[in-house]
Nanobody, 118 residues
Framework: QVQLVESGGGLVQAGGSLRLSCAAS????????MAWFRQVPGNERETVARIWWSGGNTMYADSVRGRFTISRDNAKNAVYLEMNSLKPEDTAVYYC???????????WGQGTQVTVSS
């Protein structure tokens, strides 16, 4: 099993910045990718950014490209999301996601609330 613990959410004014962190523990030896998703009540969970563990390639949703940066620390089995120039529409619960290559399973963190005030 894999456990994911997120931190770093909070309340920020529009234009501000936040940094989310996610630490993975447990059976982390076969991480294929880690990602950040977000969800607003009533909407589907959407991918914000993803990073592939081998090589470090990244992808971003169009809505955050140029403002958010995903990064990883392989030694700590951690992933980060640096969020700049935040907008009220970025308000959501942000979830950390891990995809395991060995099991083909996905794991989720508990979510952290990000609220951007106008």
């Amino acid at each position: 099993q894999v456990q994911l613990v997120e931190s770093g959410g909070g309340l920020v004014q529009a234009g501000g910045s936040l940094r989310l962190s996610c630490a993975a523990s447990g059976r982390t030896f076969s991480i294929y990718s880690m990602a950040w998703f977000r969800q607003v009540p009533g909407n589907e969970r959407e991918t914000v950014a993803r990073i592939w563990w081998s090589g470090g390639n990244t992808m971003y949703a169009d809505s955050v490209r140029g403002r958010f940066t995903i990064s990883r620390d392989n030694a700590k089995n951690a992933v980060y999301l640096e969020m700049n120039s935040l907008k009220p529409e970025d308000t959501a619960v942000y979830y950390c996601n891990l995809y395991s290559a060995s099991s083909g399973s996905e794991y989720w963190g508990q979510g952290t609330q990000v609220t951007v005030s106008s």
